[in-house]
Structures are given as C-alpha cells and as structure tokens.
C-alpha cells in the first residue's frame, strides 16, 4: 500500500478537526493556522493527531509533535512518518 499523499492527509486531519472541535467552521478552516487557532483546546488536539495516527497506522514521538506551529506542518510531519514506514516495510 502507497504511503497517503499530503492531500490526503490534510482531509483526514481537517475531518477529525470537524469532528472533535466545536463550532469548526470549515469553510474558514486554513492549514497555515494552528489548531488552537481554529477553536481546538488541548484535548481536541490530543483527539485530532491521535485518531489521525491510527487511521495512517503511523507513530510520531511526542517531541515531535510539541514543535508544530500550524496544521500544514502537522501534514508535513505526518507524510514524512507514513513514507518513511512505507519504505522500511
């Protein structure tokens, strides 16, 4: 299976945002901001790239994840993650 594109998992992300933060409205949604930004709180965000991970099957540390400034760095991230896993399986 093809690792996802950033395409992809910019859609993945942006349902689990509608999904998870109150009041979204999609129609502002803008993936240079962050999800704090966009009305997320902290559980929203710990819901959003947590379910995001297990629907790519892919792990990003912690650390990682604490140096994202805005969504599209997220997507960023995460394409990096399910390419690399991609090319070591």
Do not use: W, Y
């Amino acid at each position: 299976m093809a690792a996802p594109t950033k395409e992809e998992i910019l859609k993945i992300v942006k349902q689990h945002l509608a999904d998870n933060v109150e009041d979204m409205d999609e129609s502002k949604f803008d993936p240079a901001k962050s999800m704090k930004a966009l009305g997320a709180n902290s559980l929203d965000i710990v819901e959003v790239v947590s379910c995001t991970m297990r629907d790519l099957k892919i792990k990003v540390p912690r650390a990682e994840l604490a140096k994202l400034n805005n969504v599209n760095e997220l997507v960023d991230l995460l394409h990096k993650t399910a390419v690399e896993k991609e090319q070591a399986a």
